[in-house]
């Protein structure tokens, strides 16, 4: 049996890349939950001492900006100038604008447009994955890195592992065999952890710990997906209402392609969407199974095509993307946008595709 080693990596909340991305997210959230029309483009960017958030929001929600960097920084753990930032002490920018006029025409008539004749926010090309692999339908390298960077962090707050920092990274390499075009994992080969710590505590110390206590049964696009598998079409996802199909195109793909290896028709399928800025009507939709369905792949995606609405204005009532508040799209924007069984990730959602099996 030919087999292949496959790796993924993850990032654990307390990451630069990944508190900028939760800020931007927790944005988003305040302004959807007293306006759920507001267009929001945010983006947030970190050094020592230092948090920004700026870029063109367009809301009647009164935010307090300031107030949601702080939080935000001190949910993850960043409360003092040891571990990088003092979400209490640190500078805090903010330079935010309205929408582009000619944009907002453009994409929602300045919100006068049915949902139906929403256009996409910009172009671009968006992918969903599935594979039978996994019960969450993703790929095991992904969901092992993922998992792990989230059993740290949660080892780092219930005090288990007091000398864990906010910061850190994992990354699991898994063999496998090629079933015909399905994946099949064969063995966890290697895993990595790489965390920030208490500088009094030794190397054994750690190790003994993680041994005993984690490995256990916007920016980082990549890690917000797939974990390298299937592709990814290039647009980052937190800090972007569902007018940006960026996110919205990317989640209706996942659905879809969940939804077909969970029915059967495939077990690894790839769905590929693409849109011209203010065009409501995807320019392309592409199904690739990787030579895993059970019908041609053409049938499937006509099959695709019959139950999924692909315009971003009916994505966006679909999938109960104008929803914020609570930390709904603030969940998000760490340990992975896919795969995750929580009710506020809509897109997750297996939707029953009717479809003529082939006769044995």
């Known amino acids: 049996m030919d087999t292949f080693l496959f790796t993924s990596e993850s990032v654990n909340e307390g990451h630069p890349d990944k508190l900028c991305d939760q800020i931007s997210d927790a944005v988003l959230d305040a302004c959807l939950d007293q306006d759920p029309e507001s267009k929001v483009a945010c983006e947030t960017c970190t050094k020592t001492n230092l948090v920004m958030v700026f870029g063109e929001i367009t809301t009647k ?85 993922t998992q792990l960077g989230a059993r740290l962090t949660e080892v780092r707050k219930n ?81 972007k209402d569902p007018t940006k199909v960026d996110r919205s195109g990317a989640y209706i793909a996942r659905q879809a392609a969940k939804s077909i290896v969970a029915s059967g028709l495939a077990r690894r399928c790839l769905v590929q969407i693409s849109y011209a800025i203010g065009v409501p009507d995807p320019l392309s939709v592409f199904v690739d199974t990787y030579g895993t369905g059970k019908i041609p792949d053409k049938e499937i995606l006509k099959i695709v095509k019959e139950n999924f609405d692909f315009r971003p204005g009916m994505m966006s009532i679909n999938l109960d993307l104008k929803r914020g508040g609570n930390g709904r799209f603030l969940k998000t924007a760490a340990y992975g946008h896919f795969g995750r069984e929580d009710p506020d990730f809509t897109w997750e959602v297996v939707k029953p595709l009717k479809w003529e099996k082939p006769q044995e």
């Not at 006068?112 to 692999?133: L, R, S, V």
């Not at 895993?191 to 190397?203: A, G, K, M, P, R």
């Open 159 to 239: 005090g288990t592992c007091t000398w864990l920092r906010p910061d850190g990274k994992t990354q699991v390499t898994v063999e496998y065999y090629n079933d015909n075009g399905a994946m099949v994992p064969v063995r966890v080969h290697t895993v990595l952890i790489s965390t920030q710590h208490d500088e009094t505590v030794t190397n054994d110390e750690i190790a003994a710990d993680l041994k005993e206590h984690v490995i256990k049964p916007g920016r980082k696009i990549i890690i917000d997906t797939y974990g390298g598998w299937g592709a990814h079409g290039g647009g980052a996802f937190s800090g």
């Open 61 to 145: 929600a009164d935010v307090d900006y300031e107030k949601i960097v702080r939080d935000t920084c001190r949910s993850i753990g960043f409360v003092s100038n040891d571990v990088g930032l003092d979400a209490d002490n640190c500078n805090v920018l903010v330079y935010l604008e309205q929408q582009s006029p000619d944009i907002a025409q453009g994409v929602h008539g300045h919100l006068t447009k049915q949902p139906e004749e929403i256009g996409a926010g910009d172009q671009g090309h968006m992918f969903g994955y599935a594979t039978d692999e996994t019960p969450e339908l993703m790929p095991l390298s992904h969901v092992l890195a």
